[in-house]
């Protein structure tokens, strides 16, 4: 049937590259835990990967995990250093606890390996200044794991904003909660201070921040007035640790369940933020992005699972009316596969020698966020963000 012009018009789309996947990329896993097995399903489908080892800190896990895995014969170590000096590798995915983000991605810049990093990028901006030092002499990319950026809706979410419809951006309020969500389903590295290190601020609210910032061009943070606290975690009565027999996961807390800051963005933006693990309420807020022209409403978040909970809502006036106009979320009954798209989009950006996906470049501001709302929480003041050159 002869196409409409409107038809032909819906069929244009971006020039999709071809890329040449017809090397095989040689990858390990650092970090055989929760998380690793994700990457591992991903990498299981790829034909242009090859998993050949993994490391772990724990005697017999990574074995265990690549031969549950169904690759026996990738070699397994519990040094990293160890794995560099004898492998020839050109990619790996950095799945340990938050506490070693920056020191395992650091050795395997220095052996030439392009790092696919978990999230958050790492602990303190310190951290992530080392890392990009790292990167940047290697020549070799990190790509920090955002799935939810890969996300139909949260790209929808970062075309609206981008359209200019909201004017010049002043306001933000984001952040995201769970009534009764601390992390221990396999184990306590989230929530021990020496493993975790951040709890709820560096597990879920890097991907809050990361939501907004991604939209507006992730503008440089100026200061922070900083609030961190664990009312919960450090209860043996929080109901999370009642149900499922663990009072004595109270005792080892030593991270935050609830932060809030307020947050001066280059661009005269005004970031005003809270995220929880466990609170006594259902949410605490919608996203709102105000502008001069328009104001956004994003339903309450979800997104640390890479979705938005409803549909946006764009607040403006038309003739002097006040409208609210409806901009639907893309199919929300049909997921993005978007761990898949993370994985993906950093093995063909080695490919292909292109930027990493998810740069450095931004994450640093949003962990440096992360970062002086800690230690602006320890001082009890405002803090100015001092981020090293790199
Ligand atoms: N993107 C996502 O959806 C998602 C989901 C869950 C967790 N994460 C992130 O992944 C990371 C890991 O989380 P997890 O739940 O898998 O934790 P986990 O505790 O289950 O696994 C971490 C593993 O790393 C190992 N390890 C620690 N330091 C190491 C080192 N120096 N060398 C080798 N191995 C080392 C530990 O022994 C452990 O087996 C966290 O930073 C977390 O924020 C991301």
Not at 111 to 138: D, Q, R, W, Y
Not at 235 to 251: L, R
Not at 294 to 303: A, E, F, K
Request: glycine letters at 10%; hydrophobic letters at 40%.
């Amino acid at each position: 049937m002869e196409k409409t012009n409107l038809d032909k018009f819906m069929d244009l789309h971006e020039d999709e590259i071809v890329i040449d996947r017809s090397r095989k990329l040689r990858v390990a896993i650092v970090g055989t835990g929760w998380i690793a097995a994700s990457h591992m399903v991903e990498y299981l489908k790829m034909d242009d990967v090859m998993v050949v080892a993994a490391c772990d800190i724990v005697p017999g896990k990574a074995k265990a995990f690549c031969e549950k895995w169904g690759v026996p014969d990738a070699h397994c170590y519990t040094s990293d250093l160890e794995m560099y000096e004898k492998e020839s590798l050109d990619a790996v995915s950095v799945c340990t606890y938050n506490g070693t983000h920056a020191e395992c991605t650091i050795h395997a810049l220095r052996f030439g390996v392009n790092v696919l990093l978990e999230k958050p990028m790492c602990v303190t901006t310190e951290e992530a200044t080392s890392i990009m030092h790292a990167e940047k002499e290697s020549g070799k990319i990190v790509s920090v794991g955002f799935q939810p950026r890969f996300d139909k809706d949260m790209q929808l979410l970062r075309r609206v904003v981008k359209s200019g419809v909201l004017g010049k951006i002043y306001y933000i309020q984001t952040g995201g909660g769970r009534r009764e969500g601390i992390p221990f389903p396999f184990g306590t590295s989230f929530i021990e201070q020496e493993t975790g290190v951040i709890g709820a601020i560096g597990d879920i609210g890097c991907y809050s921040l990361d939501m907004v910032l991604n939209c507006i061009g992730y503008p440089k943070p100026l200061t922070v007035t900083g609030y961190t606290s664990a009312f919960f975690g450090k209860n043996p009565g929080y109901s999370g640790y009642v149900k499922s027999g663990h009072p004595e996961y109270a005792k080892i807390f030593g991270v935050d369940d609830f932060a809030a800051a307020f947050v001066r963005l280059e661009g005269d933006i005004i970031l005003d933020f809270r995220i929880s693990w466990a609170m006594h309420m259902d949410t605490p807020g919608d996203t709102l992005i105000l502008g001069t022209e328009g104001g956004l409403r994003i339903p309450s978040t979800d997104c640390w699972n890479g979705t938005i909970g409803g549909d946006l809502i764009l607040y403006h006036t038309v003739g002097s009316e006040q409208v609210q106009t409806v901009i639907p979320r893309i199919n929300p009954e049909e997921r993005t596969p978007c761990f898949e798209m993370k994985v993906r989009s950093f093995l063909d950006a080695i490919h292909t020698g292109g930027k990493a996906p998810i740069p450095t470049s931004e994450i640093i501001y949003n962990q440096a966020i992360i970062d002086h709302i800690v230690k602006s929480a320890k001082l009890g003041h405002e803090i100015p963000v001092e981020i090293p050159e790199i």
